[in-house]
């Protein structure tokens, strides 16, 4: 086993896979490239055959930043849809109540990272561990370099490298053997050169010896132990290492996120990859200055006079005259030629910089050129966010999958229980649009059991205020969420992210049409036909509708009132319902 998996590992890191004829690639060194580089570092050394020091003009952070920007999402911008047959008001219980489990658990910070390393090394990828995700160092993570996806790699492997203490401790987690453990840490402190425990951990097909089988399995091997060589110093027998663990596994943990993908290779080119070749020059170019300045700041003499041999800077003291048979005459070290050509090249590599990166001034936030139209302006930013918008909808499309897999399954599991969710500001405001009309209708229905008739409509209003000054009172509310209440909650909301998040001209141009379709006809918001068109247009323009209106007409109808036929109003006895199932006091 171990010898596989240390054949995997060497033919990822050493053997290069081919793109096209002459076009070759290997992800380990790419990735290493790609620290060096992102860290102003040289990958051959910080100086150059001559001993000088290599100056570093690093050109990618800052295109870096702000292709991490343009792409960024935050959980405010998860929103949930109801789809056909769903519960709007239910979705929208589920929608406050998941952005404050995801700031519980600071998925934020997870966007945030993805955001931020996604431009860099062009791909991330997320290892989901009882149901939430952790980042996999690239560094340590083994794919089939010419896989499509990590679906498609015949291997993934993800090497580990643990202390002693963290290695007891993950082996209490995953309740491997004992005596296994034991093994592993004797085997450790025999060898010599090694600091850290490493694990491999292992997805991918394997062939049963016994049955002659192959499986998918999960298996965990820890790379310790000696070589056995004989005299002559030749390898007799392989480190077997020691299996920890070994089952069959249906697929596996991780989750992919790229830049730009490219055909014939899993890793994404980001950034960093993309601007290697300008990278080098510009630190060539940068070099080459520096060399020039330092001949520039040269002080040199020239004679034709033998007889002087020394140091005029150093051998000569002020106020001395020099007798000489030919004149002495400094040496013009500065070209304005060469400065010249210095800046045009670095122009040029910077301008082939900004045209890979889409790193124009206008998303830098420079000034433009003096002269420049405000219309071409924002032509030439909106052009380079429609750039930016299609990579993020790529990666909006596989974390809107993750969510669905993997972080809401967890949220239902971690809410199924009865829970209190808190309400404030406008959510607050927007419940009470929701509910204070069918709690007035209950205070209605309530007085009528008593005996006491139907209120007119002045009444009902009075109702309704009331309604709404009792839950205000305290400027906050606790409402109750019963249990199971968000089972099956998938079926019942769709997840947008980018259609709310980006252009806020769609979301204004919206809002503006809704105004004056309801202006124009007030009967929209009573009619339930043009309600439901009305809170169409309000979702597709990334808007939602309980923020402007209660999409839902009531189940039931109030009572046609009739003037007169009830007595005083008292104050109302307030039930408010969690929309969907059983009741809880506000």
């Given at each position: ?16 896979i ?19 580089y ?33 792409i ?61 995700p ?6 340590n ?17 993800e ?52 049955t ?7 298996v ?75 001949w ?11 007889a002087v041999?020394?140091?005029?800077m150093?051998?000569?003291?002020n ?40 790193s ?79 709690m ?5 229905i ?11 409509e ?64 007030p ?23 309980n ?40």
């Amino acid at each position: 086993m171990i010898k596989k998996i240390n054949k995997e590992i060497s033919d990822f890191q050493t053997k290069r896979i081919q793109i096209v004829p002459g076009l070759t690639f290997n992800q380990y060194e790419t990735i290493n490239k790609i620290y060096f580089y992102y860290n102003s570092k040289y990958v051959t050394g910080e100086t150059d055959e001559e001993g000088d020091k290599k100056f570093f003009y690093n050109i990618n952070r800052n295109p870096c930043k702000i292709f991490s920007k343009a792409i960024d999402f935050d959980t405010k911008n998860i929103r949930l849809l109801t789809v056909e047959g769903g519960d709007p008001k239910k979705t929208w219980f589920m929608e406050r109540d998941l952005k404050f489990w995801m700031r519980d658990k600071e998925f934020g910070k997870i966007l945030n990272r993805t955001f931020k390393e996604i431009p860099i090394y062009g791909s991330v990828v997320l290892k989901i561990v009882d149901g939430f995700p952790y980042f996999v160092d690239l560094r340590n993570f083994v794919v089939e370099q010419s896989a499509d996806s990590l679906d498609e790699s015949a291997y993934i492997i993800e090497i580990h490298n643990y202390t002693p203490y963290d290695f007891r401790n993950v082996a209490k987690k995953m309740k491997w053997s004992n005596d296994k453990v034991d093994e592993v840490i004797d085997k450790f402190h025999k060898m010599e050169n090694t600091s850290h425990i490493r694990v491999f951990e292992r997805y991918g097909e394997l062939k049963n010896e016994e049955t002659n089988e192959w499986s998918y399995r999960r298996v965990f091997l820890a790379d310790v132990g000696l070589d056995e060589y004989d005299q002559s110093g030749n390898k007799l027998v392989e480190r077997p290492g020691v299996v920890l663990g070994d089952e069959e596994w249906e697929g596996h943990p991780y989750w992919e996120f790229h830049a730009d993908k490219v055909s014939g290779r899993w890793l994404g080119c980001g950034v960093v990859e993309e601007l290697f070749e300008p990278q080098i020059a510009q630190n060539q170019n940068t070099n080459l200055q520096n060399k020039s300045s330092y001949w520039a700041a040269l002080k040199i003499f020239q004679t034709r006079d033998p007889a002087v041999n020394r140091n005029l800077m150093t051998d000569t003291r002020n106020g001395e005259v020099l007798n000489v048979e030919s004149e002495i005459t400094p040496i013009n070290m500065a070209s304005s030629e060469n400065l010249a050509f210095f800046n045009q090249q670095d122009q040029r590599w910077m301008k082939n910089r900004d045209e890979l990166t889409f790193s124009y001034d206008v998303v830098q936030g420079e000034r433009l050129p003096a002269g420049t139209p405000l219309g071409s302006a924002q032509m030439a930013m909106t052009q380079t966010l429609s750039y930016f918008e299609l990579i993020q909808e790529n990666i909006a499309l596989d974390i809107k999958e993750m969510l669905y897999k993997v972080i809401i399954p967890k949220f239902e599991k971690e809410n199924n229980e009865e829970h209190t969710i808190r309400l404030v500001g406008k959510d607050l405001d927007t419940f009470i649009d929701m509910v204070k009309g069918q709690m007035a209708f209950n205070e209605v229905i309530r007085q009528f059991v008593e005996g006491r008739g139907l209120p007119n409509e002045e009444e009902v209003g009075i109702i309704e205020e009331a309604v709404e000054t009792l839950i205000k009172k305290d400027r906050e509310k606790n409402i109750k969420v019963p249990k199971g209440f968000y089972k099956n909650l998938k079926y019942d909301v769709d997840i947008d992210i980018t259609g709310e998040s980006v252009d806020t001209r769609v979301r204004n141009a919206t809002l503006f049409a809704i105004l004056q379709a309801v202006t124009s006809d007030p009967m929209m918001v009573e009619d339930p036909l043009k309600k439901k068109i009305l809170a169409m247009i309000a979702e597709n323009g990334g808007i939602n509708p309980n923020e402007i209106f209660d999409v839902e007409k009531k189940q039931q109808e109030m009572p046609e009132m009739t003037g007169g036929a009830g007595g005083g109003v008292s104050a109302p006895a307030l039930e408010a319902a969690v929309p969907g199932q059983g009741q809880t006091t506000v």
